[in-house]
């Protein structure tokens, strides 16, 4: 009877552990949008350099907090390409609202996600850029779930960004660990990380391990993931994400002051489909 009490009391503390950062950012009301998804800002930030600025290769990561509740739990991720001389971006990404769920157009490539505000995981331009987008167009073409959609564990939108990242060599960019679907491999047991250096074992995306260098360490349990980063100088927290003090992954050497301004100008000149887990 005691052994039994003791595995419950562990069960419990475990779920409560896994369950306090979705808890805690539901009660901080930081993720408070509009009403509806038909009303909620799809405007750019102004993170991307415009195509008539910047005449090469462009290839950035984001990904902002899904809509409504599921906000607490993931973020939805995206990649955006421009190639060199283009007048305008392509976005890839899966939404799980339409019959073919890959997603691959023209569009802007770091506006909100129905309100909530996007993040720059990557970027990465010139000559190394122009290597990698015909590539990730192949990847996307080959997706394997062009016409599945499960919010959680997978495939969702973050399966398909880690799967075109891990298709593409040299394309070497971690996920957050609240991206949840990227480590739902299929029929798959073991794989590459996206960041391009280390391995991850996961059980249908619902329990799994990941070691990599970009990475860190990370325990998935239900989708949850948890660990660290020494790259990074950071911790992995449920729903929260990686609070870090580096990013570990590639940037492009740009005037940051300028993507600044760029960014507090559009800020203050905008505000203002629906998404699942996106």
């Given at each position: 009877m ?13 779920l ?31 993170i ?15 990904g902002a ?9 993931a973020?939805?991720t ?9 007048s ?7 939404t ?39 590539q ?10 062009p ?12 399966t ?5 990242i ?12 609240h ?6 491999l ?13 391995y ?11 070691a ?10 239900l989708g949850?993931?948890?660990g ?11 729903g929260i994400?990686?609070l ?22 559009s800020?203050?000149?905008s ?5 699942l887990?996106?």
């Amino acid at each position: 009877m005691r052994r039994l009490k003791h595995s419950a009391a562990w069960i419990f503390a475990s779920l409560l552990t896994l369950l306090a950062g979705p808890a805690l950012m539901a009660a901080s009301g930081s993720l408070q949008g509009a009403e509806s998804w038909q009303t909620a800002s799809r405007d750019s930030t102004g993170i991307a350099p415009k195509p008539e600025q910047h005449e090469g290769a462009i290839v950035q990561v984001y990904g902002a907090r899904a809509w409504s509740w599921r906000g607490y739990f993931a973020v939805h991720t995206w990649i955006a390409t421009k190639e060199a001389g283009a007048s305008q971006y392509r976005v890839h990404e899966v939404t799980g609202w339409r019959r073919y769920v890959v997603n691959s157009r023209p569009s802007i490539p770091d506006r909100r996600w129905y309100g909530a505000e996007p993040e720059l995981y990557a970027d990465i331009r010139g000559d190394k850029a122009a290597e990698l987008i015909p590539q990730i167009y192949r990847a996307v073409e080959d997706y394997p779930y062009p016409m599945e959609y499960g919010a959680w564990p997978g495939p969702n939108s973050n399966t398909f960004t880690a799967w075109v990242i891990r298709q593409v060599p040299g394309l070497d960019v971690a996920l957050p660990n609240h991206a949840i679907g990227k480590d739902y491999l299929g029929n798959g047991v073991v794989a590459e990380v996206p960041g391009g250096t280390g391995y991850q074992l996961s059980l249908g995306g619902y329990f799994g391990v990941l070691a990599g260098v970009r990475e860190g360490l990370e325990l998935n349990v239900l989708g949850l993931s948890l660990g660290i980063n020494p790259l990074a100088l950071g911790i992995k927290l449920p729903g929260i994400g990686e609070l870090a003090l580096r990013n570990p992954n590639p940037m492009a050497a740009e005037d940051s002051e300028q993507v600044a301004d760029q960014r507090s100008g559009s800020d203050a000149g905008s505000d203002g489909g629906q998404g699942l887990l996106e």
